[in-house]
């Protein structure tokens, strides 16, 4: 299994939906697309790379070979991926105390989906739905999505500090050193592996 690179975790879900409720959700995804308080909540959780839901048709499976049987399957499908920091635990726990409304209009839809709360049994749920990881790639496997916006942020006020102390006194340098040092200090954690946990 490899759903747990460094920091990062990689969840993939596959729910089974009946076809005539595929329009109905690709409507709520079309309103949560276009109108982005919608998606504030789940902007707001920091520690998600990223979360996506893609429906499969039954009949847009695709075949490898020719010589693959064509598939004549009952439902369409709820593709879901989502890159996170945390366990998975904390983070499914963090999705149905803060998003548990979202994610109900999402996966209502699903064949015998509980509800996101009690979260117990939204846990189960998709411990039975969750496909491992074969393979997944992280560039910073040691660096939460927090570590990266820091580094950005530093990377920003050394730029800044650069541009502007050509012409300084080095009394004026030292002051503006302190200034960078103090807008920068909170930024200033270092990287290194996650806690282990489930």
């Known amino acids: 299994m490899t759903n747990i690179n460094g920091k990062t975790y990689a ?7 009946k076809p005539w409720k595929t329009p109905i959700l690709k409507v709520f995804f079309f309103l949560l697309a276009h109108i982005k308080p919608l998606q504030a909540r789940l902007v707001g959780l920091s520690f998600i790379h990223f979360a996506r839901w893609v429906v499969i048709k039954r009949q847009a499976f695709p075949r ?4 693959q049987p064509i598939e004549n399957l009952s439902y369409d499908y709820l ?3 989502s890159n996170f920091n945390g366990t998975w635990n904390q983070y499914i726990d963090a999705f149905a105390d803060v998003l548990a409304d979202g994610l109900n209009l ?3 839809w699903s064949e015998k989906f509980p509800m996101s709360r009690p979260v117990t049994a939204f846990k189960r749920y998709i411990s039975l739905v969750q496909f ?10 040691r660096a939460t999505t927090n570590d990266v916006k820091a580094a950005h942020r530093v ?4 730029e800044d500090l650069g541009r502007n102390c050509n012409e300084m006194s080095p009394a004026e340098f030292s002051a503006a050193y302190l200034q960078f040092l ?6 200033l954690g270092s990287t290194g592996v996650g806690p282990v946990g489930t």
Request: hydrophobic letters at 45%; glycine letters at 0%; one cysteine or more.
């Open 11 to 17: 969840m993939t879900a596959i729910t089974p939906m």
């Open 132 to 141: 491992d990881t074969d393979y997944y790639y992280t560039a910073y496997p």
């Open 79 to 81: 593709l879901f991926f």
């Open 64 to 67: 490898l070979a020719n010589s």
């Open 182 to 187: 103090v807008k920068v200090q909170k930024d």
């Open 155 to 158: 990377c920003a006020a050394v």
């Open 106 to 108: 999402v996966w209502r």
